[in-house]
């Protein structure tokens, strides 16, 4: 008898996702994602915090979010609404931050309450891979917003909007990361930042102010959030998988109660408490101290990279040198794909970001890549970037000399 | 000029759900939700626990995952794939578990998966609120599975199946909580479990297993798992919200690659590590114990709870004592509908959980109610009781004596 119970085939729904490989473990020059540096873990400081976080509160792990209801613990939105208070200019309280799973619900949610398919939103040309992928995955018209050096292009936003306006379209929102751009490290100043409001506020369109890498900044101001120029208008989101721990799936959205309330009612997961416990007592105290740290770590593997990247590359590349996180932006001659270079580069042990994922027209991102610098070691560093110039030069056949001639060879 | 930066309304996508109100705490009597004593989170285990985690795996809080990929921290896995085989006969390994934010997200993404609008499935007549939730958010088909005392009727399924078949309906799965069922709190018994997956097999249906309180049995035998009896017919999921902490968000999913490869490619959230972590080190030590322990302490409650209802509503009331859990389940007078209740009993600070919303025919259940005794002293179970009888008598009209005289007088 042919036993059906094998059978999930014929059960599974109509656009059901294939499985993907079981993990295999993390390449050896990792370049990829958005993971942090290892010995930058405050783990003496996390062990104490959960200590002292658990002797006060553990007995509440007994109640659905410690009883602190749909928002997310108390002492976490405290924490909060002091930092963004005092370092992003934001006049929130407690009640206007809703904790979500890493700054990844926030986008989701607010997609969720906001777009139909068929929606418009107009996004900056080069964008966080995962906002991205969840707009298409919606079916939504994602208008690309171009940038320069110094992040999103007022000019252009007004042209886009206008003729949007013209269309009869009204875009749902400006989706934007103005402080330490992703992918390209940029921040926006605070002119800018008035006339992107001032055309928010002229077309009737929020925008969706994502912060996720505003605390590691080692160049230039930090303008206000675009949150605190303008509450009404702006949701703002961010995170606490850059400053502290990717595990640890900790994000935030800051918003009124009619965006909030909205957000909760269409949630099905919420964050875990012990997490929320934790990072609450240890940034209380240490936030400051923890982010002067961890920004001179970075900045420093940063300029290794941006070393080693001259170095082995020589003329090939143009360099968006950031000024801040953890990302270094790079193209590489218009003849090449980096799609192409994916694969060899596996082989060769090596992970990096194709820009086509991190942008609005992906094959107009096709010679681009980022490379995530925080998590590998500076031998890593200059390892990895070595091998991946081997693989560019081998497998482009551009030769490997320019203005700079080429000195290194693959250690 | 008219300020557009209001005027979310025009932007919310059509459906999009009203925000509730904003949380107002806990009522005095707390009878709802799922819950725990506040007395045996095991809050120096934990400060313990967490101290022992982090000092080995902190440092790998700067990776997604711990870099353990997508399934979660192998050493959670490790330990429930232990526990399973123990406890409930499983011969699953670390690759066919999944760790979940909560069974909640085990529940959300095994619809995912399998379910389309206008399909059918098969749900016990009296199931968990969340999970009929989120099939009526669907649109799906619900038929509902008569129940007795002992659990499901296989014969009842039997005529189910067959009917469904002659109308050429292949339901997606059969969703049941065969060791202490939510809400009756019944151990359905071997043969029952062989009859159903009989039934399974020969109608090709896979079976959804919800053991969420399996754990926590203090009368009669609890046979093997359904997944044991036919791991490839059956998604089992539990839960670690009733066995140590539902704050902490941290659930499973056991099944073969060909579902969970498709749950993780159609998840947007992952649970947080640093719960991951702290669970496995804290129950490889003393999961035995704690459950010991929690449960002696839930099986007077019990007792607590079932006296003072025969006290307070003498032979108003039909009690189905559970077999283990946090839940009583209660039958008042055909007349009365429980749900004319919950404002009044609200107004008196008692919170219960009417019957309807753990039904699949709610009008069929609304003279069930179910009383969650977990959270609540004994103190406050006795007076909580006395205050919800007399709401109960006052608004029903019903006289207050029967068989038994009513004794006690509102404390």
Known sequence: MNDPGFDYAALFRKDVAEPGARWGGFPKYNFVGGHNDPFQIPVDGLIEAAAVALRQEGRNLALYTLGHGPLGYEGLRDFLAEKLARWRGIGATRDDILITIGSGQGIELVNRILLDPGDTVIVEEFAYFGALAKLRKLGV??????????????????????????????????????????????????????????????????????????????????????????????????????????????????????????????????????????????????????????????????????????????????????????????????????????????????????????????????????????????????GGVAALAQIFFEHTGIPAHGANVRKATVG
């Open 141 to 382: 018209n994602i208008v690309g917003l171009p940038l320069d050096r110094e992040g999103l292009r007022p000019d252009a936003l007004a042209e886009i909007l206008e003729d949007l306006k013209r269309k009869g379209v009204r875009p749902k929102y400006i989706y934007t990361i103005p402080t330490i751009q992703n992918p390209t490290g940029s921040i926006l100043s605070l002119e800018r930042r008035k006339r992107l409001l001032g055309l928010a506020k002229e077309y009737g369109v929020p925008v969706f102010e994502d912060e996720c890498y505003a605390d590691l900044i080692w160049e230039g101001d930090a303008p206000p959030s675009l949150y605190s120029l303008d509450p009404e208008r702006v949701i703002h989101i961010g995170s606490f998988s850059k400053s502290l721990s990717p595990a640890l799936r900790l994000g935030y959205v800051v918003a009124g109660w009619d965006i909030l309330g909205r957000l909760i009612a269409s949630r099905t997961d919420s964050p875990g408490v012990l997490e929320q416990l934790v990072v609450a007592e240890y940034f209380s105290r240490h936030f400051e101290s923890h982010i002067k740290k961890i920004t001179k770590v970075l900045r420093d593997k940063l300029d290794t990279l941006v070393e080693a990247v001259e170095r082995e590359f020589g003329t090939s590349v143009e360099l968006w040198r950031p000024k801040g996180g953890i990302y270094l932006w790079l193209k590489l001659p218009d003849e090449v794909d980096v799609r192409d270079l994916v694969k060899p580069a596996a082989d060769a042990g090596i992970a990096f970001n194709a820009g086509p994922s991190w942008a609005v027209d992906p094959d107009a991102a096709k010679s681009y890549l980022r490379l995530c610098f925080a998590l590998p070691s500076e031998e890593e560093i200059r």
